[in-house]
Every structure is written in C-alpha cells, then in structure tokens.
C-alpha cells in the first residue's frame, strides 16, 4: 500500500467520484458526492494505492486561520481495518503542520445514531479527536453533527 499527495485536480475528482459512488452507506446523497468532488480541487489530497488501484483518499479544508478540517475520507470497504485510514491520516497530519496549522477537526454524525457511524466515531476517537461539540441541526435532525478537535502542533502532542 501507498499513500501518496495528489496535485491533479482533475485525478483529485476521478478518485473521489471512484471512491464515494463505491461507498453509498455513508455516501448515499448524489449532491453532497457531486460536492465533495468539486470541493476537492486546489485541497491538500492524498491516496491510498493499492498497486494503480486507488483504494482510500482523504483531503484537506482550511476552516480558520489555525485550523484545517478532514474534509472527506473514503476507503473501500474491502480495504476497511488495514490502516489506510490511519497512514492517510498520518500523512495528512503531517502536511497540515508543514501548513503551519495548529488544530484539525472532523464532522461526523452523532455517536448513539447508527451502528456505521459510530464505527467512524470510535475510529476518529482512536486517531487523537476529542469531542468538541454537537449540532443537532446543522445537517438535520435525523443526524446531528459531531464535531471532533485535535491539536497538531507536535509540542502539543508530543
């Protein structure tokens, strides 16, 4: 397995579509994967490459002047508990120090909701994230969104 950052815009979109259209569980509205596609031009991307087959990306969302977001992940199912999540986080992590970043956060939804998401809670809460805090209705009320923090500053962490 590779991981490696993505500067194509054009290969940033042709991995996420491959990727999110393979994972309708947790990607199942056609408009939010339409706007992560595009939302991934000009973001830090990195992929995991299973030979030339892309198996897991994740990119990066400047949201404050010291802090970036996990914009998107996304692995294959069947690449699921092999730790490309993990080494597409670490990779991440480490360019969003370079950035000169200070903190990271991710939305999920709400642990407690469904059984898929709170795999991806427990998942983020193993990478270092703390609960920051819910917003019950910024996506809806059927899935309210849980905001996870950490800080990346490798003093901080150390």
């Not at 092999?82 to 709400?110: H, W």
Request: charged share 30%; aromatic share 12%.
């Amino acid at each position: 397995m590779v991981i490696k950052h993505i500067n194509c815009d054009e290969m940033k979109a042709s991995i996420t579509r491959c990727i999110l259209e393979r994972l309708p569980d947790w990607f199942g509205i056609p408009e939010a994967v339409e706007e992560y596609i595009s939302d991934s031009s000009g973001r830090p991307f990195f992929c995991a490459f299973d030979g030339d087959r892309p198996v897991g990306f994740l990119y990066l969302k400047e949201t404050g002047r010291h802090t970036v977001e996990l914009a998107v992940m996304g692995v294959l199912r069947e690449y699921h508990r092999q730790g490309i999540g993990r080494k597409l986080f670490d990779e991440a992590t480490e360019k969003a120090r370079e950035m000169g970043y200070s903190f990271m956060q991710v939305k999920t939804v709400q642990m407690g909701r469904y059984d898929i998401y709170d795999d991806t809670n427990r998942f983020y809460l193993s990478l270092g994230f703390k609960e920051l805090e819910v917003f019950p209705s910024l996506w809806d009320a059927q899935n309210p969104c849980q905001i996870y923090i950490m800080s990346v500053d490798r003093q901080e962490n150390g």
